[in-house]
């Protein structure tokens, strides 16, 4: 069982940054993934980045790719996605989760999820 709480989000004006923390517990391999998606009323919940426990490799949405930066802090078992030149289109609800599948973009591919935390960028 893996449990997930997000944290950080909030509403800021376009081009501003937020920097979301994802804090784990229980038992995560390091071959696990840790992902964030996001999803915004009436859409569908969509990839946004992912980072491997062991080795740290990413992936991004061509969305925010260049804009957002995933990382780990092993030590303290979190995850975080440092979000800069934010749009309104990023608005959203952020959530993270975890998955020991080797294909990360997929939701259903993710085993443990958070509660999410919202984020609202106005224009």
């Known amino acids: 069982q893996v449990q997930l709480v997000e944290s950080g989000g909030g509403l800021v004006q376009a081009g501003d940054s937020l920097r979301l923390s994802c804090a784990a517990s229980g038992r995560i391999l390091s071959s696990y993934s840790m992902g964030w998606f996001r999803q915004a009323p009436g859409k569908e919940r969509e990839f946004v980045a992912a980072i491997r426990w062991s080795g740290g490799s990413t992936a991004y949405a061509a969305s925010v790719k260049g804009r957002f930066t995933v990382s780990r802090d092993n030590a303290k078992n979190t995850v975080y996605l440092q979000m800069n030149s934010l749009k309104p289109e990023d608005t959203a609800v952020y959530y993270c989760?975890?998955?020991?599948?080797?294909?990360?973009?997929?939701?259903?591919?993710?085993?443990?999820w958070g509660q999410g935390t919202q984020v609202t960028v106005s224009s």
């Open positions: 989760a975890v998955t020991s599948a080797l294909v990360r973009i997929t939701a259903r591919n993710y085993d443990y």
